[in-house]
């Protein structure tokens, strides 16, 4: 039997080879030659390992090294397992999320190009209606006419007052003739006739009747005069009458509070030539003159009065008394009512005063509230009266605040109204082409049938 070393399984392989190849050699000679030797002593040998308690151990700690290392190299190979499972689920989840993030992009990418598509395609309907609104929002041929003549008016009033200013009072008369019964006509048609019943109407009425048959009445002038650039002309910047050139209504009812003052100052300031003052429209004027100083109070502040006075009662009784049936049944609208739905819009402070308390209540202020106006204006009127360069700057300033309330008008309020208008044409212009769709889709249909 060969001898074994035990230790011979914890030495490196070549180590391991060079010594059994010793001790083989060894062993053999040694068995050859001393063959009972051997055996005695290779029987001590084999007791003493069997007996030892060092080799025991030994044995015992190689057998656990052996079980340590095999369940190390069975940890590692759990380990690598694990690993290699790991990566594999990790690729397989880097896949899935790269596939869905891929997925994801792909749809973003169709929405963003179909959005695109109704981008475009909603830019060219876009643009097909705002063509089409255009059409509606642009002012039709009749306005830019009527524009063109206030534009004229104007152009030609401030010719004649800075060249021949001496013919406002037959330019006025003038204007009286035409405007005047085309007020009438318009009011009628509306249903707008109780207007004609306002203090404005009764005062051109008043300057008409001066200066075609009382040209020569001096007191009858400067009472007429108090009157049309007094309360009449001051009513154009108390209610901001807007001087609109493409509005009729609004060139006529600026002209009937500017004119008969304009008519009367020029009356009074300005005298014709003699090469035309024996015109005979011209010589039935009487210019110039001016009341004695006895006169002077009761034709500035009185007469007026009395005249305004007069006119408040009448339009009490015929407004208030007289006709308030009838302008309620047949919906006529009166200066007292625009007022009134003027001043609800504002609510400032003088609407909340007037319009508390009852009816009866409401008509006293109004009234009240007027007849300080008008008072305040006929005080104002006497340092006009006696001054020209005061007359000549209130000229100026009435002028220049319809001008001015016409031009905000012109640019906030016609731009509103004309949207208004197109938007309502647009809708109507909408709903016909629906109803033409629907109606050409039921002949198709019965055609078909």
């Known amino acids: 039997m060969v001898y074994q070393d035990p230790l011979l399984a914890y030495l490196p392989d070549a180590k391991v080879r060079r010594r059994k190849k010793k001790r083989a050699s060894l062993n053999e000679d040694f068995a050859v030659t001393q063959p009972e030797t051997w055996h005695k002593q290779y029987q001590v040998y084999q007791d003493w390992r069997d007996t030892s308690p060092t080799l025991q151990c030994l044995k015992d ?72 609104f255009s059409k509606f929002v642009s002012g039709s041929k009749q306005e830019s006419q009527n524009f063109a003549i206030g534009s004229l008016v104007f152009a030609a009033l401030a010719f004649v007052c800075g060249c021949a200013p001496w013919l406002l009072p037959q330019l006025y008369l003038v204007f009286a003739a035409v405007a005047l019964p085309w007020r009438v006509y318009q009011f009628y048609r509306k249903r707008l006739s109780f207007y004609l019943l306002d203090f404005c109407y009764w005062a051109n009425l008043a300057t008409v009747l001066y200066l075609v048959i009382g040209s020569g009445n001096a007191h009858m002038g400067t009472m007429v005069y108090a009157l049309a650039d007094g309360p009449l002309a001051g009513a154009l910047l108390v209610w901001q009458s807007a001087w609109v050139f493409g509005s009729a209504a609004h060139s006529v009812s600026v002209l009937i509070h500017l004119l008969p003052g304009l008519a009367l100052f020029a009356q009074r300031h300005f005298s014709p030539p003699e090469s035309v003052s024996r015109i005979s429209l011209l010589s039935s004027t009487q210019y110039g003159g001016e009341p004695d100083g006895s006169a002077t109070f009761w034709w500035f502040l009185v007469a007026p009065f009395i005249f305004y006075a007069t006119w408040q009662t009448a339009y009490w009784l015929i407004v208030q008394v007289c006709c308030q049936h009838y302008i309620k049944k047949h919906g006529y609208e009166t200066s007292y009512s625009c007022l009134a739905k003027r001043a609800a819009k504002t609510n400032n402070v003088w609407n909340r005063i007037v319009r508390k308390g009852c009816k009866a209540r409401r008509l006293c202020m109004f009234g009240g509230i007027q007849l300080v106006f008008t008072l305040a204006c006929l005080l104002l009127f006497m340092p006009l009266y006696h001054s020209f360069c005061l007359s000549c700057i209130w000229q100026v300033v009435k002028f220049a605040v319809p001008v001015y309330y016409g031009s905000r008008y012109q640019c906030e309020k016609v731009p509103q109204h004309q949207v208004i208008k197109a938007v309502q044409s647009q809708k109507v212009h909408v709903s016909l082409t629906a109803e033409a769709k629907a109606a050409m889709t039921v002949k198709k249909t019965v055609a078909f049938a």
């Open 61 to 132: 700690n190689a057998v656990r090294f052996q079980q340590t290392c095999d369940a190390v190299k069975r940890g590692i190979q759990q380990a690598q397992s694990q690993i290699v499972d790991q990566v594999d689920s990790s690729r397989d989840a880097v896949v899935v999320a790269l596939k869905q993030q891929l997925k994801s992009a792909r749809a973003k990418l169709r929405r963003a190009l179909q959005q695109q598509q109704q981008n475009q395609q909603t830019s060219e309907d876009l643009g097909a209606d705002l063509i089409a």
